[in-house]
């Protein structure tokens, strides 16, 4: 199995920023890609960014320009460093890999983290 575990999140106030990271471990035999939604209470969830194995990133519309993803390979982490943060922004954010844990079966895993509460509110 694979664990990811989410750090950062918290209450911030409009125009604030905030680094979140995740770490995964376990039976990894190799990460193809990490990264970021969030859901927003009623919502479905959603893109924020994402960063694959080589360093091609994909972020949300919305969020370019204020929020950069970045990813530690040698660590298995990434990070997430959102400024200006809004309102809007208030969510749960989940980590994301997609991860192989062999280097035979072709086989890819979609693993979730518990998600960290982020609010930005004055």
């Known amino acids: 199995q694979v664990q990811l575990v989410e750090s950062g999140g918290g209450l911030v106030q409009p125009g604030g920023s905030l680094r979140l990271s995740c770490a995964a471990s376990?039976?990894?035999?190799?990460?193809?890609?990490m990264g970021w939604y969030r859901q927003a209470p009623g919502k479905q969830r959603e893109l924020v960014a994402t960063?694959?194995?080589?360093?091609?990133?994909n972020n949300a519309d919305s969020k370019k320009g204020r929020f950069t993803i970045s990813r530690d390979y040698a660590k298995n982490t990434v990070d997430l460093q959102m400024n200006s943060l809004k309102p809007k922004d208030t969510a749960v954010y989940y980590c994301?890999?997609?991860?192989?844990?062999?280097?035979?079966?072709?086989?890819?895993?979609?693993?979730w983290g518990q998600g960290t509460q982020v609010t930005v509110s004055s």
């Open positions: 994301y890999a997609e991860v192989s844990r062999d280097g035979w079966s072709g086989l890819k895993y979609a693993y």
């Open positions: 376990g039976s990894i035999f190799n990460i193809y890609a």
């Open positions: 960063i694959t194995s080589g360093s091609s990133r």
